[in-house]
């Protein structure tokens, strides 16, 4: 190589033996590698340049040209060739730091439009998957399923609010098994909600004291909650746990509001149609199952060994709703609900039939069995007033059809109101017996 002609080059020229070892090099090459010329002759042209792909002039390599990054500021680059010279080769090397940077720029564009292609496909899919489920477990295992594999996580746990507002793990693993309370996981997303996204176990303990410790004993190294809502209900969250290392890029959270957002959606279709589906079968007031329920499930009940059917009607009910209003007739009928309800056994059917009137069906092996839960009801109407302080008392009518008798429910139904209504005309709160 001509020394002098190689200064005048405006690019590295680097003269290197079989071993790499530099013979040789111009002043470009000292300046951009940041060492003075005669420091670089006798050390290996490794110290100074890497491959930003594989290693250094592998054995196989061509004359290339390959980029080839500066071995302690890997963002900047040169275009190297390679010529065979002898007992050894010259490498000619062109800036290409801002061409390198271009396309490491291009190849994260790339890689950004593919993820979000991916994760827009993911969104599509679940939207379809949402609208199938038939019930909120199905609906969490599915958002489970589908989280974990939109974030590639090892698990992800779908945390729900029941109605009664207490709180459960309704799919997915209890990764930091039940050491950090289901509640405040729901917490640190849902006030003010918020997608969370958390690396590290100090990260976990700033959020939610004794997370952290928890994560470490889980291995847990990362993780990423978003809540569960629609317009004004909040029903928990999912959270997707990483026990590898693990970064967010900036599509992570959109990504789970999108698919939080769908689930919280599904879910309150869900509860809307299962508050409807109940307010077509069960009163109002008391929450008791209606007469379409009780005239639906009699038959069944028919088909048992005996039947007896309690018809229960309050004595003074109309006086109540004159005295103190309608209200307090509401909150009267709400007790007589969860007094009958006490009384009865768990198998039994009770039903509001319609204003002051109620219904026990049971399965009887004889009728003094009937009349024993007639007399509990009367106990406990008579154990304390209600909450208008009126004393509480009924008037019962019992109709007993025994096993094979073929008696219809209707009939059954019929002959248990006329035994109300002798009971009522001898002056109330007691018992009347038929057999149908």
Same mark, same amino acid.
């Given at each position: ?55 250094? &002039? ?24 390679? *010529? ?10 062109? !800036? ?5 940077? +271009? ?16 994760? &827009? ?11 199938? @489920? ?9 958002? +489970? ?119 919280? *959606? ?105 009349? !024993?839960?007639? !007399? ?22 019992? @109709? ?34 038929? *057999?149908?």
């Amino acid at each position: 190589m001509d020394e002098g002609s190689a200064e005048t080059l405006a690019v590295g020229v680097v003269r290197v033996d079989r071993s790499g070892t530099i013979a040789a090099a111009n002043q470009w090459f000292s300046e951009w590698a940041g060492v003075a010329a005669d420091e670089i002759v006798g050390r290996s042209i490794g110290e100074f340049l890497v491959h930003s792909h594989e290693d250094l &002039l592998p054995a196989d390599a061509t004359q290339g040209p390959w980029m080839m990054l500066h071995a302690r500021e890997h963002d900047r680059a040169v275009l190297m060739t390679r *010529q065979r010279r002898g007992t050894g080769d010259v490498l000619m090397l062109a !800036e290409a730091t801002e061409r390198f940077r +271009a396309m490491i720029d291009l190849r994260r564009r790339y890689a950004l439009a593919d993820r979000t292609r991916t994760r &827009l496909e993911i969104v599509m899919d679940s939207s379809v998957a949402f609208s199938t @489920a038939s019930t909120e477990r199905s609906l969490a295992e599915i958002l +489970a399923d589908t989280t974990a594999r939109a974030y590639r996580a090892e698990e992800s746990t779908v945390l729900l609010r029941k109605l009664d507002r207490t709180s459960r793990i309704a799919a997915g693993p209890d990764v930091l098994g039940g050491r950090i309370d289901v509640d405040a996981l729901i917490g640190m997303v849902a006030a003010p909600r918020r997608v969370v996204k958390v690396v590290g176990d100090a990260e976990g303990e700033r959020l939610v004291p004794g997370l952290g410790a928890a994560m470490r004993d889980a291995d847990v190294r990362a993780f990423i909650a978003a809540p569960l809502h629609h317009e004004e209900a909040d029903f928990g969250a999912f959270i997707s746990w990483f026990h590898h290392e693990r970064t967010f890029d900036d599509e992570a959270a959109p990504l789970a509001e999108a698919l939080a957002g769908q689930a919280g *959606q599904a879910l309150a279709t869900l509860r809307l149609q299962a508050r409807l589906a109940h307010a077509a079968t069960h009163d109002e007031v008391t929450g008791l199952p209606n007469r379409r329920v009780l005239e639906s499930q009699m038959d069944e009940v028919l088909g048992g060994r005996g039947c007896a059917v309690l018809f229960i009607d309050l004595d003074g009910f109309k006086h109540v709703n004159d005295r103190f209003g309608h209200q307090a007739g509401d909150r009267m009928l709400r007790d007589v609900g969860r007094r009958l309800l006490t009384a009865v056994r768990g198998s039994d059917l009770v039903a509001r039939y319609g204003g002051d009137e109620f219904v026990v069906v049971c399965e009887v092996g004889e009728p003094s069995d009937a009349v !024993e839960i007639a !007399e509990r009801i009367l106990d406990l109407f008579r154990a304390e007033p209600t909450g208008s302080a009126t004393p509480l008392s009924a008037s019962i009518g019992i @109709a007993v059809a025994s096993s094979g008798s073929g008696v219809m429910a209707d009939q059954l139904l019929r002959h248990a109101d006329l035994a109300m209504y002798r009971a009522k005309s001898a002056g109330g709160n007691r018992i009347e017996l038929e *057999q149908a």
